[in-house]
């Protein structure tokens, strides 16, 4: 059974899942802020990293979706540290891999460790975050991924200051390896034990069997494959900003060489900014209304950067666009999370149907660019956002008599 937390334990468990997300955020700017360093040290060319990130991203998905039998198996405290540590270990890995001993296989082996960890972690820590939410009465899951962001642009400016100071990607991956594995043991000693979570005392669980089979009865839902839909648009949206936003200011709009990183930057800026003080406004008038003018915001950011004839309109079209895009995925993790009971494996699949759209959704779109080009090519994202907004209904909360009790 839960136990009932005081406001201290309750204070160091919300502190913890901050932590957690800010540590997913700083491994993953970890080994990417390296990445130039790691192909000069083993002599790669770009196909054959981008190989080793596809290893990276396929291992990452497997996480994501096979994160309901894991947590079935150790419940998501203990599933939480185990994962953490296996995702520390592969970033030394990948450094040792690509210093010491010059090998692309050592190297990939560390990327799939790091890729199956984090992103079996992400459903875990997003469902820790979701009871954290409900337990306070208000929205603030975005703000847990706000910290995500922190972690990335925390991790992006340690590369670069290990980059300058000349570190070897041994002794740079090695040394946040090590801080990352005591943010796991320090983190698990203030995650309370919880029931939803599956990971109470093991005398007090079911077989296995029966765990596994509740973590995957979410896939036999529909509005799973309708949150799919929100999720999906706005992660297609993230993703492909992320990617082609920059390449998109230089040369789809022929603007000069840094426009591009400033582009980047602003929409960057937008989503960080609404994730930290959106929770209010979802709050004050409803996750579906929010979704539809988010929707709204960032379909006409894609299409005024699309169509926009100088750099400022450009500039105001990246704003709208990260604005818009900012809240679709963490507004859909707590839809996903409305019944504790069944929190883990809905939260699994829609983020399993949202990160294949984030992972997938950028190189999709690079193919499709070379037939119809790259700002023409936008105009999927202005569909697929569409759609989000026009499905974002299956974001309101369930009725109590909706939701399965726990005690089932």
Not at 56 to 65: K, L, P, Q, R, V
Not at 148 to 176: D, E, K, R, Y
Not at 182 to 198: H, I, N, S
Request: glycine letters at 12%.
């Amino acid at each position: 059974m839960d136990a009932v937390l005081t406001r201290s334990q309750f204070v160091r468990w919300r502190a913890a899942i901050f932590a957690i997300f800010m540590a997913s955020g700083l491994s993953i700017a970890t080994w990417a802020s390296r990445v130039p360093s790691i192909k000069a040290d083993l002599d790669l060319d770009n196909a054959q990293v981008g190989l080793i990130l596809l290893g990276m991203g396929i291992a990452s998905i497997i996480g994501i979706s096979t994160s309901p039998a894991v947590m079935a198996r150790t419940g998501a405290r203990v599933g939480m540290l185990t994962m953490m540590l296996m995702f520390s270990a592969g970033i030394a890995l990948v450094g040792f891999g690509s210093t010491v001993f010059g090998s692309v296989p050592l190297v990939l082996a560390g990327m799939v460790l790091f890729g199956f960890g984090n992103g079996c972690l992400d459903v875990m820590m997003n469902v820790e975050a979701t009871a954290i939410e409900q337990q306070m009465g208000k929205t603030v899951l975005p703000v847990f991924h706000a910290f995500f962001s922190f972690g990335t642009v925390i991790g992006a400016g340690i590369g670069a200051l290990a980059a300058w100071l000349q570190l070897t990607v041994a002794t740079h991956a090695g040394i946040m390896g090590i801080l990352l594995a005591l943010v796991a043991v320090a983190t698990f000693l203030q995650v309370p034990v919880r029931e939803a979570a599956l990971d109470p005392e093991p005398a007090e669980k079911p077989a296995w069997r029966e765990r596994l089979h509740t973590s995957l009865e979410a896939w036999r839902e529909p509005r799973t494959y309708l949150l799919g839909v929100v999720m999906l648009g706005m992660a297609f949206a993230e993703g492909g900003a992320n990617d082609w936003i920059a390449l998109g200011t230089e040369q789809g709009h022929g603007f000069t060489t840094g426009t591009g990183a400033i582009a980047l930057a602003v929409f960057s800026v937008g989503m960080t900014v609404v994730r930290l003080f959106g929770g209010p406004l979802v709050d004050r008038f409803g996750r579906v209304a929010v979704l539809r003018v988010l929707a709204v915001s960032a379909a006409s950011g894609v299409l005024l950067f699309i169509l926009a004839p100088n750099l400022p309109l450009v500039l105001v079209g990246a704003a709208l666009w990260g604005i818009g895009a900012s809240l679709g995925f963490p507004i859909g993790m707590s839809a996903a999370a409305d019944d504790p009971a069944k929190a883990a494996a809905r939260v699994s699949a829609a983020a399993t149907i949202g990160y294949v759209a984030f992972l997938g959704g950028p190189p999709v779109l690079g193919f499709i660019s070379e037939h119809i080009g790259l700002l023409n090519t936008l105009f999927i994202l202005v569909a697929l956002i569409v759609a989000s907004g026009l499905f974002s209904g299956a974001a309101r909360p369930l009725r109590a008599d909706e939701k399965v009790s726990a005690t089932k």
